[in-house]
């Protein structure tokens, strides 16, 4: 079982560009959902998806978009790019979203916005 | 949405047992305690979680206090891997929907061989 996988691993862009970012979730799992973690602080919670829908989502902008397909992947979408959307984004998966269920998490991307 | 408090940093030494504590005195009665800790240049990974009744997994125990305000997670003998950030979160009730989970700052612990 390969786990959460996320591509690429690092991205350097510059400001006003945009970037797309994936996310292959772990076998059987359905549900994924993205993070933002900044330097020295803990991951924010960006948005959740579920059968293909935008389910929940934190206080991000709307620059911030996401898609997921019918094989369960993702993807994250930042257009705009400003210097304060560098960091660590991370991508989560699980099975339906209940208290009980565990996440699992990919090693994130690192993204630098120059 | 319900919030933690953690110690910034907490130090052992190896091969000891560690007790990080995590006070939600706003805690709800559906809310779960859910620990993920988060290894050097990986993503969180889960520890293990409960409701009322203390727990125990191969990775870890969590004890909970009887009026559901605080809580202790127990690495009964820490080794060097185990130095990581570790989060304490509610999950579920106040919350609101459970797919998500909100991170503090955690307690980054550090394991002295």
């Known amino acids: 079982d390969a786990g959460v996988t996320q591509s690429p691993t690092h991205l350097i862009k510059t400001r006003g560009q945009q970037v797309t970012l994936r996310c292959s979730p772990k076998?059987?799992?359905?549900?994924v959902s993205w993070y933002q973690q900044a330097l020295g602080q803990g991951p924010q919670f960006i948005f959740q998806?579920?059968?293909?829908?935008?389910?929940q989502r934190g206080n991000f902008p709307d620059r911030f978009s996401g898609h997921q397909f019918p094989n369960y992947s993702s993807e994250l979408n930042v257009n705009a790019l400003l210097l304060g959307d560098s960091a660590l984004y991370l991508c989560?998966?699980?099975?339906?979203?209940?208290?009980?269920?565990?996440?699992?998490f990919g090693s994130g991307t690192q993204l630098s916005v120059l | 949405d319900a919030k933690t408090t953690q110690p910034n940093s907490m130090e052992s030494n190896e091969e000891e047992p560690v007790h990080l504590p995590c006070n939600h005195s706003?805690?709800?009665?559906?809310?779960?305690i859910h620990w993920y800790r988060q290894l050097p240049s990986q993503g969180p990974e889960y520890v293990i979680h409960?409701?009322?009744s203390n727990v125990n997994n191969r990775m870890a125990s969590l004890a909970i206090a009887e009026d559901r305000k605080s809580s202790t997670l127990i690495l009964h003998r820490a080794t060097l891997r185990d130095a990581a950030v570790y989060y304490c979160i509610l999950r579920g009730g106040s919350s609101g929907n459970t797919g998500k989970l909100i991170f503090g700052q955690g307690t980054t612990l550090q394991v002295k061989p």
């Open positions: 076998s059987g799992h359905d549900t």
């Open positions: 989560a998966s699980s099975y339906v979203g209940t208290p009980t269920e565990k996440l699992f």
């Open positions: 409960g409701l009322t």
């Open positions: 706003t805690i709800s009665g559906t809310d779960y």
């Open positions: 998806y579920y059968e293909e829908e935008e389910r």
